[in-house]
């Protein structure tokens, strides 16, 4: 394997933590950037373009609170394109109705490469398994109670205020 393969299988993986961060933090603008323009989805509840796939996310995000945490990724790389499958397990909470589940499944990918950017060009998601079960009384209120920096899937959780500025050692609440 070269040093540019590795640079490629590399750049995949990062295409993917970025494409999770935005589903999970809610930000329409990552979720976009994973794919190019005239892609593909069809991840069961949603078959389109990526530009619809966003527009579906976006309608359910009020609804939902996400975690999406992602195992292997098979790479196998052909020049400018890549057949990937990335393993996930993904927690969803629906907020209204009091119903929590957790799916296991694979995103299998086609990735294309152009100048030095990797993005998903057509993607289908296949559901392994899933497990669903009533929110416990009282989780919400627990959450609600955590202040807006300590609660995950908004805009205002803290990732978003560590990732605004460089990673510099000498700021921020540890210095």
């Given amino acids: 394997m070269t040093i540019d393969e590795l640079l490629d299988r590399e750049a995949i993986r990062e295409a993917m933590a970025q494409y999770a961060r935005g589903i999970d933090r809610q930000d329409a603008d990552l979720v976009r950037d994973a794919y190019w323009p005239e892609g593909w989805d069809a991840h069961g509840s949603h078959e389109g373009t990526p530009a619809q796939f966003v527009e579906f996310v976006q ?76 929110s416990a009384e009282g989780d919400e209120e627990k959450m609600s109670a955590l202040p807006d920096r300590n609660r995950g899937g908004t805009a205002n959780d803290y990732s978003w205020e560590l990732f605004r500025s460089a990673p510099d050692a000498s700021t921020g609440p540890w210095a």
């Fill in 59 to 134: 309608a359910n995000w009020p609804l939902f609170r996400m975690q999406h945490v992602f195992g292997q990724h098979h790479i196998e790389l052909a020049g400018t394109r890549a057949n990937v499958e990335t393993q996930f397990v993904a927690h969803h909470r629906l907020l209204e109705q009091g119903i929590e589940y957790v799916l296991g499944g694979r995103y299998n990918d086609r990735f294309e490469k152009r100048g030095n950017v990797w993005r998903v060009l057509h993607r289908v998601v296949v559901f392994d398994w899933r497990r669903q079960w009533s």
